[in-house]
């Protein structure tokens, strides 16, 4: 199983058809950009490709509609491959700063660099000839960080393909929402827990109405998972563990729970690391434990939160 593998098959689709996701193909410093919400408008189509790269091919995301009339739709993601679809690949751990241009990456790409400490941790390392990134940016990367990250993963550009959304899109608000399953086993991590024990995962979140700017789009994006987003992990060993461990993880678990994230944020004064880490998890966890035929339940959704939030 090759992450960036499975990723640059993806992209491969999307190249072909590109305008069908309402994308734009550049080539900078020799490396391909696919552009699916910077200059072009993207879509939500843009965004279930976005994020199934982002987790390497392993997960299948849908948009399901609500019954209920009024509600929100949800971004659904379902995974055999929980910990290196959504650890070694979705997980936005790479903060590409090079100059005055800035990047959020995931993707594949990190687990070829692997400059996070996570993959101590998780294993899951790879080499690739032909390597895939996503980036969470405003702005097209310059030849300067395609350098960069070609040279990370040791690639010459002409490897390396990119595909780039900013949060304030269609395709970067999906991508994020589809988050899920990885902020439910980035919490599980940070606690201690094995993850090898994971051994599927499915979640949802709802989608919110694309905002306006950039910084309302992370309030909103947070918000979809913190006080809307479930995850349901099946598991094997012990129920002990799991009661233990459980009400440790959903979002309710952190005193800056309770309030949209923009509020939190302005809160610390737009210090994104003074915010409690443990914030950032599902409202609701579950586990089904394969062994036993139990499952624990575990944290509660906050409508009115969301609501104010969709809203504002």
């Given at each position: 199983m090759n992450l960036n593998q499975g990723a640059q098959a993806l992209c491969q689709r999307l190249l072909a058809d590109i305008d069908r996701f309402h994308g734009a193909i550049s080539t900078v410093a020799g490396a391909t950009v696919i552009d699916l919400g910077i200059?072009?408008?993207?879509?939500?189509?843009?965004?279930?490709?976005?994020?199934?790269?982002?987790?390497?091919?392993?997960?299948?995301?849908?948009?399901?509609?609500?019954?209920?009339?009024?509600?929100?739709?949800?971004?659904?993601?379902?995974?055999?491959?929980?910990?290196?679809?959504?650890?070694?690949?979705?997980?936005?751990?790479?903060?590409?700063?090079?100059?005055?241009y800035f990047a959020m990456g995931s993707g594949p790409m990190r687990a070829v660099a692997a400059k996070e400490e996570l993959f101590a941790r998780i294993g899951c390392r790879e080499t690739a000839d032909e390597v895939v990134g996503v980036l969470e940016t405003r702005k097209i990367p310059t030849p300067e960080v395609i350098d960069y990250i070609a040279k990370a993963c040791r690639v010459a550009p002409e490897r390396l393909t990119l595909l780039v959304a900013p949060t304030a899109s269609p395709a970067g608000t999906l991508q994020i929402v589809a988050r899920s399953v990885e902020t439910a086993l980035h919490k599980l991590l940070e606690l201690g827990f094995d993850l090898s024990r994971v051994e599927r995962g499915t979640g949802t979140a709802p989608l919110p109405p694309v905002a306006a700017d950039d910084m309302?789009?992370?309030?909103?994006?947070?918000?979809?998972?913190?006080?809307?987003?479930?995850?349901?992990?099946?598991?094997?060993?012990?129920?002990?563990?799991?009661?233990?461990?459980?009400?440790?993880v959903p979002s309710s678990a952190s005193p800056d729970h309770g309030q949209p994230?923009?509020?939190?944020?302005?809160?610390?004064?737009?210090?994104?690391?003074?915010?409690?880490?443990?914030?950032?998890?599902?409202?609701?966890?579950?586990?089904?434990?394969?062994?036993t035929g139990y499952q624990h339940s575990f944290g509660h959704a906050r409508p009115d939160v969301l609501a104010e939030s969709f809203h504002s």
């Open positions: 200059n072009a408008p993207g879509g939500h189509d843009a965004g279930l490709a976005l994020a199934e790269v982002c987790l390497a091919g392993l997960a299948r995301v849908e948009i399901v509609q609500p019954s209920e009339p009024h509600a929100w739709p949800f971004v659904a993601v379902s995974t055999d491959h929980p910990v290196a679809a959504c650890m070694a690949s979705q997980y936005a751990g790479w903060q590409i700063a090079i100059g005055q309302a789009a992370i309030g909103r994006t947070n918000d979809a998972i913190l006080y809307g987003g479930e995850a349901t992990l099946s598991v094997r060993g012990d129920d002990a563990s799991l009661e233990a461990i459980g009400p440790r994230f923009a509020a939190i944020f302005e809160r610390y004064n737009r210090d994104f690391y003074k915010i409690d880490p443990l914030l950032f998890s599902p409202a609701v966890l579950a586990f089904r434990n394969l062994d």
